[in-house]
DNA sequence: TGACAAATGCAACAAAGTTGCATTATCATT
DNA sequence: AATGATAATGCAACTTTGTTGCATTTGTCA
């Protein structure tokens, strides 16, 4: 988890943020995980990794750290939401297993969804921020187990 | 409301299902509602109207529907479920303004949607049974008062 | 009408997230 | 290195959204 570090003060200095205990552990642990974690996943992780860290503290650094435009959050059709880090020259989508809740990522062509935006401007006169694109269905694994 | 009392009773056929007051009310507010709506929301229309209706058969219910694939579920970016009348000739998504909270309905074509869960199929293994796509933006009127 | 499954209502619970407030840590400036 | 402004923290209590178990009632069909 060490080689973060030079990455993780990168982008403290990059978005002028003080570096605290939690926001470099938070950070660190989102960078390690290849896929998104919930606020709970993130607590039991530390939990396991016995770094005492606040449950309201954790909850307020994500919020920040989406202001900040350095973590996005997602909903994965749970009650729950999901974060990861960020990263703008690379979005991308989640393919979720509804069976074992196995996500993978997906890169889809945007220019499509683009379009759509573009025509929802002109149609509806909304500006588009962003958008959520999430497919669901049955992994390789479980659709063999679901046939038997 | 009372318009809708003949489709009520043919969806309660078709699916083989008892008529009882909750079925019977959600649906028409569902059916009358033009936007998807949360449990809180429904449950408030509930109080307006002075009918007394349990939150947990409201729960139950909205999960039985879903099941019999009348209704669908959706997140529009906060912490609550919506519902809204599943429409399977007529598949939509929606444009959520991020200030005001107004939802309007968009058409998608889904044919690169369609290719997309093609190429997940293929190249991940993964069989697609449903997604979800949601733009989040500003509509009009709030895009007007953000630039003054 | 009576049987039986389906639906209901209640109270208690659970998970996810929020708030107020007093305290502490960080860091630029001296 | 000391200082002071500002940001971050920790705690406890709370809110919202949704769930569970169980005893009771209701709807439907023979």
Redesign the interface.
Known sequence: MKQYTETIQSILREHKLRKTKTRFLLLELLLQSGEPSSASDILCDFLRMRKSVNKTTVYRELDHLIREGIITSL?L?D?K?YYEIANRSHHHHH?I??QCKQI?D?D??ET?LLS??E??RCE?????????????????KC?IIESV
């Open positions: 909903h059709g009650r939401q393919l297993c509804l993978e997906i889809v062509n499509k759509e935006e025509k929802a509806k006169g909304f500006v588009i921020l962003r958008h959520s694109l999430e497919f669901f269905g049955l992994c390789k659709q």
